[in-house]
């Protein structure tokens, strides 16, 4: 639903979508039994207001959904999509269900894309951006800004190079205005019906990049894998903590021979991958980057090709002149700037020994 919602929104949740604007909210929690809550600078705020009501939740819900989203909810018993309010611009909401009653998550957007600086982000990001072809993976738990990274990622792509960029998104949060390049987006159960339905059919739209808001199943991680073997540059997100657990799970989806396949696929194809968490800062004021950058390097191929994963941290370490960063090294370096607390830098640090030793440059 990309319509502007605001003229037939439920008053209440109208409301508070403008209020969460004023507030600066990243996020806004509707849950039955308890007041609207606000997610601000990574914290909850509970709304000095009533408890929401069981039928209230419902209504809000009901407001925001056509028949057919209806139908899929129904069905489903969880819904992500994307509106536009007149206020607080584009929503991501997220519907589910709870002791029957149907909840809301909802995460604010903004048309303002950050600078590099700003985010926190690797120079060396930037030279991924400008490879033509091969894939690049953006990894992290929930809430990590992947997303924030894949649209900034995909804005540097529309500022520099003349082609075409076709994005797959679920929902789409950032809406981009052609620059440089035409930029197609193509949203979940409003344009596609799914991600692998999607990207089988890009393929045949004369794309020179893909970008796949989420690799969630085996068909979609194959076409995103063909799709990076073909001549495309291929950007995708996907849920796992560093660099060797994305391999890993992308190699697990697979079985038997098949794992063959996909291994030398990867060692083909890989360019990059950014793993990355949202920290709170020193004074709590905001949230931090912290990231580990794998710049795919020839001793990392080969180690990828052996299947020989256990080797690629090892590897990453020698890998800092081909501007591999180390999520510790990130840490450290964010501790002695006095950007984040000691106790925050060792609660994240893959080694936590190695870390205390202070032996990090």
């Given at each position: 639903m990309n319509a502007l919602i605001s003229d037939f929104i439920h008053p209440r949740l109208n409301g508070l979508l403008a209020y969460a604007a004023e507030l600066g909210a990243s996020d806004l929690h509707l849950i039955a039994g308890v007041p609207p809550a606000f997610r601000v600078t990574g914290e909850i705020i509970l709304a000095d207001q009533d408890a929401l009501s069981q039928q209230e939740c419902n209504a809000m819900s009901l407001s925001l959904l056509n028949e057919t989203q209806q139908q899929r909810l129904e069905q489903d018993w969880e819904l992500c999509l994307s509106i536009?309010?007149?206020?607080?611009?584009?929503?991501?909401?997220?519907?589910?269900?709870?002791?029957?009653?149907?909840?809301?998550?909802?995460?604010?957007?903004?048309?303002?894309?950050?600078?590099?600086d700003e985010l926190g982000l690797p120079v060396r990001l930037d030279e991924l951006?400008?490879?033509?072809?091969?894939?690049?993976?953006?990894?992290?738990?929930?809430?990590?800004?992947?997303?924030?990274?894949?649209?900034?990622?995909?804005?540097?792509?529309?500022?520099?190079?003349?082609?075409?960029?076709?994005?797959?998104?679920?929902?789409?949060?950032?809406?981009?205005?052609?620059?440089?390049?035409?930029?197609?987006?193509?949203?979940?159960?409003?344009?596609v019906r799914s991600f692998n339905r999607a990207l089988v059919h890009a393929l045949r739209q004369d794309p020179d990049v893909i970008c796949v808001g989420e690799m969630r199943d085996h068909e979609t991680i194959q076409t995103v894998l063909t799709a990076a073997e073909t001549g495309h540059l291929v950007l995708a997100t996907l849920h796992a903590p560093n660099?060797?657990?994305?391999?890993?799970?992308?190699?697990?989806?697979?079985?038997?021979?098949?794992?063959?396949q996909v291994v030398l696929q990867l060692a083909n194809t890989l360019q990059g991958?950014?793993?990355?968490?949202?920290?709170?800062s020193i004074d709590r004021?905001?949230?931090?980057?912290?990231?580990?950058?794998?710049?795919?390097?020839?001793?990392?191929?080969?180690?990828?090709?052996?299947?020989?994963?256990?080797?690629?941290?090892?590897?990453?370490?020698?890998s800092a002149r081909e501007g591999t960063v180390l999520m510790d090294n990130c840490l450290h370096d964010l501790y002695?700037?006095?950007?984040?607390?000691?106790?925050?830098?060792?609660?994240?640090?893959?080694?936590?020994?190695?870390f205390q030793s202070a032996g990090l440059s």
């Open positions: 536009r309010h007149a206020i607080s611009g584009r929503i991501r909401v997220t519907f589910y269900r709870r002791n029957g009653i149907t909840e809301l998550s909802c995460r604010f957007s903004t048309n303002y894309f950050p600078s590099r951006t400008r490879k033509q072809t091969g894939l690049i993976l953006i990894t992290g738990p929930t809430g990590a800004g992947k997303t924030t990274t894949f649209n900034y990622m995909i804005d540097r792509l529309n500022s520099e190079r003349r082609c075409k960029i076709l994005t797959i998104e679920d929902p789409i949060e950032r809406v981009h205005e052609n620059r440089r390049a035409i930029v197609v987006q193509q949203e979940v159960l409003t344009d660099a060797v657990h994305a391999i890993e799970r992308i190699v697990g989806v697979f079985e038997g021979s098949a794992q063959k991958i950014i793993s990355q968490d949202l920290l709170p004021s905001r949230r931090v980057l912290a990231y580990e950058l794998l710049m795919v390097s020839q001793a990392c191929r080969a180690i990828i090709r052996e299947n020989n994963l256990h080797q690629l941290p090892t590897a990453m370490q020698l002695s700037r006095a950007i984040i607390s000691y106790d925050t830098a060792i609660s994240r640090a893959r080694d936590p020994e190695r």
